[in-house]
């Protein structure tokens, strides 16, 4: 089975950093993720160093020598961007791509001409769903507001009865759905299997988005009645091209990857013959890497030469889209070195030993843990990455199905109660002009929602498959 990682060495891999006890080995996590969340939260500081600092606390903490500490932190480091790196990158380029060639203005403009009235707030669901499967979140919501205060304003509907069902969608594709960041990096912390969490992954979103979306947003507007913020719509991408790619281009090239993925998954399940040609044909296809490096391929006919870009602009563009997920990558990367170092230091073995004695069951354990660090960094690709490296020995006697269902435990867990430390908050709250209170009684329940339905359905699935 192709796994989403790349395999170090058992001769190249650091040993065990510290013998430490249950005690030493849990006042040290705490210890690692409150120097994380004190310098996210109270000075600001990058989770890319706050995350290296916060390693470096938990070595010291745990007793572990600085030099051992620094070989799991960089071993971890270099194994999750070998292993998503490339990923994320792709999708950022196919992102640019269908910001930039007027493609995501396509999708939108098609299906509002076919929607009104009471189907307006699922037409918004839907075409956040389907942009927000290759787009971040940030990206997706910049993409998304203008259309939404247009709708909003044109229609004379609540701001909140169209746009918490834009942010529903968004926000259950970047938790719950690869190839965004975090599920990436959960599958490949704990080996599971892309194109089943992938089926899984939609499975879950599919009732999470609708009652945190459409349903919701009825609720939502009567608590917070607000009209659009009377400010400029910021200006699409389509108003500065002559032309742009058609409907049915854009949305194929969209979901290129996720078919040629789930195809993966389905002939994996059906041949399982590993020495089977046609299955050694779709394990190729069908990994990230070439689905996503093939999307981009065809991104480039269907997408911006419709659009009328020259072969120079389309350079231009790829260095354009990859510029902004430096940081991304950076904060990925010793997201996976703190990673590396819990494990290292005994800490995954410390949550399975002490699991054993629990009631609890593992995918719940996994939620609650990614619940706690949202809460407390706001971030929830951090939490995803820390609770990620907590439960992975959890994994080692899980099936393939039940694997993948612990990385979407993660993701909705990750999701849980947005507020002031999280930057998609002030990104709300500012875009449709609300209030703390305002924000609060929509965007966070809205994502808190999402959270307890998606970690309801993983749970119910777990007894079901």
Same mark, same amino acid.
């Given at each position: 089975?192709?796994?989403?990682?790349?395999?170090?060495?058992?001769?190249?891999?650091?040993?065990?950093?510290?013998?430490?006890?249950?005690?030493?080995?849990?006042?040290?996590?705490?210890?690692?993720?409150?120097?994380?969340?004190?310098?996210?939260?109270?000075?600001?500081?990058?989770?890319?160093?706050?995350?290296?600092?916060?390693?470096?606390?938990?070595?010291?903490?745990?007793?572990?020598?600085?030099?051992?500490?620094? &070989?799991?932190? %960089?071993?971890? +480091? #270099?194994?999750? *961007? $070998?292993?998503?790196? /490339?990923? @994320? =990158?792709?999708?950022?380029?196919?992102?640019?791509?269908?910001?930039?060639?007027?493609?995501?203005?396509?999708?939108?403009?098609?299906?509002?001409?076919?929607?009104?009235?009471?189907?307006?707030?699922?037409?918004?669901?839907?075409?956040?769903?389907?942009?927000?499967?290759?787009?971040?979140?940030?990206?997706?919501?910049?993409?998304?507001?203008?259309?939404?205060?247009?709708?909003?304003?044109?229609?004379?509907?609540?701001?909140?009865?169209?746009?918490?069902?834009?942010?529903?969608?968004?926000?259950?594709?970047?938790?719950?759905?690869?190839?965004?960041?975090?599920?990436?990096?959960?599958?490949?912390?704990?080996?599971?299997? &892309?194109?089943? %969490?992938?089926? +899984? #992954?939609?499975? *879950? $979103?599919?009732?999470? /988005?609708? @009652? =945190?979306?459409?349903?919701?947003?009825?609720?939502?507007?009567?608590?917070?009645?607000?009209?659009?913020?009377?400010?400029?719509?910021?200006?699409?991408?389509?108003?500065?091209?002559?032309?742009?790619?058609?409907?049915?281009?854009?949305?194929?090239?969209?979901?290129?990857?996720?078919?040629?993925?789930?195809?993966?998954?389905?002939?994996?399940?059906?041949?399982?013959?590993?020495?089977?040609?046609?299955?050694?044909?779709?394990?190729?296809?069908?990994?990230?890497?070439?689905?996503?490096?093939?999307?981009?391929?065809?991104?480039?006919?269907?997408?911006?030469?419709?659009?009328?870009?020259?072969?120079?602009?389309?350079?231009? &563009?790829?260095?354009?889209?990859?510029?902004?997920?430096?940081?991304?990558?950076?904060? /990925?990367?010793?997201?996976?070195?703190?990673?590396?170092?819990?494990?290292?230091?005994?800490?995954?073995?410390?949550?399975?030993?002490?699991?054993?004695?629990?009631?609890?069951?593992?995918?719940?354990?996994?939620?609650?843990?990614?619940?706690?660090?949202?809460?407390?960094?706001?971030?929830?690709?951090?939490?995803?990455?820390?609770?990620?490296?907590?439960?992975?020995?959890?994994?080692?006697?899980?099936?393939?199905?039940?694997?993948?269902?612990?990385?979407?435990?993660?993701?909705?867990?990750?999701?849980?109660?947005?507020?002031?430390?999280?930057?998609?908050?002030?990104?709300?709250?500012?875009?449709?002009?609300?209030?703390?209170?305002?924000?609060?009684?929509?965007?966070?329940?809205?994502?808190?929602?999402?959270?307890?339905?998606?970690?309801?359905?993983?749970?119910?699935?777990?007894?079901?498959?």
């Amino acid at each position: 089975m192709t796994r989403l990682r790349v395999e170090i060495l058992a001769a190249d891999a650091p040993e065990p950093i510290t013998s430490a006890g249950h005690a030493q080995l849990g006042i040290a996590v705490l210890a690692g993720i409150a120097v994380i969340v004190l310098l996210i939260t109270k000075f600001k500081l990058h989770a890319f160093l706050s995350l290296t600092l916060g390693t470096l606390a938990l070595g010291a903490f745990a007793g572990a020598p600085l030099d051992k500490t620094i &070989l799991s932190f %960089t071993t971890g +480091l #270099g194994s999750t *961007v $070998a292993g998503v790196g /490339v990923l @994320i =990158a792709l999708g950022a380029i196919l992102g640019k791509m269908l910001a930039d060639s007027g493609g995501a203005d396509q999708i939108v403009d098609t299906i509002l001409a076919r929607a009104s009235g009471r189907t307006m707030p699922w037409a918004m669901v839907l075409i956040a769903s389907v942009i927000g499967l290759p787009l971040f979140f940030e990206v997706g919501v910049v993409l998304m507001i203008p259309v939404v205060l247009m709708v909003a304003k044109r229609g004379n509907y609540s701001l909140m009865r169209i746009g918490i069902p834009a942010l529903a969608g968004l926000s259950v594709m970047h938790g719950l759905v690869p190839p965004h960041p975090g599920p990436l990096v959960a599958i490949d912390a704990v080996q599971a299997n &892309l194109g089943v %969490t992938l089926a +899984l #992954g939609v499975l *879950v $979103a599919i009732p999470t /988005v609708i @009652i =945190a979306g459409p349903l919701f947003s009825k609720v939502a507007a009567r608590w917070v009645d607000v009209p659009a913020p009377d400010r400029m719509v910021p200006q699409r991408a389509s108003e500065e091209l002559e032309r742009r790619p058609s409907f049915g281009a854009t949305l194929a090239t969209i979901l290129l990857p996720v078919v040629l993925m789930l195809a993966k998954a389905l002939v994996d399940i059906v041949i399982d013959d590993p020495e089977n040609t046609v299955q050694r044909v779709f394990d190729v296809a069908g990994s990230p890497l070439i689905a996503l490096l093939a999307a981009v391929l065809v991104g480039i006919f269907t997408l911006l030469r419709p659009a009328g870009f020259a072969k120079e602009r389309v350079s231009q &563009l790829v260095e354009k889209g990859l510029a902004p997920i430096a940081g991304i990558l950076l904060i /990925v990367g010793a997201g996976g070195g703190f990673k590396q170092t819990l494990i290292d230091s005994g800490v995954g073995q410390m949550v399975l030993d002490i699991s054993k004695d629990w009631s609890i069951p593992a995918l719940l354990l996994a939620w609650l843990i990614a619940v706690a660090i949202r809460l407390a960094t706001g971030s929830a690709t951090v939490a995803t990455i820390s609770a990620a490296g907590l439960v992975a020995p959890l994994a080692a006697d899980m099936s393939t199905t039940h694997t993948a269902l612990l990385v979407l435990a993660i993701g909705a867990g990750s999701l849980f109660f947005s507020h002031v430390n999280d930057a998609g908050f002030w990104l709300v709250k500012e875009y449709f002009g609300l209030s703390v209170g305002q924000t609060v009684k929509t965007w966070s329940v809205m994502e808190t929602i999402i959270s307890v339905v998606g970690g309801g359905l993983v749970l119910l699935l777990s007894l079901i498959i």
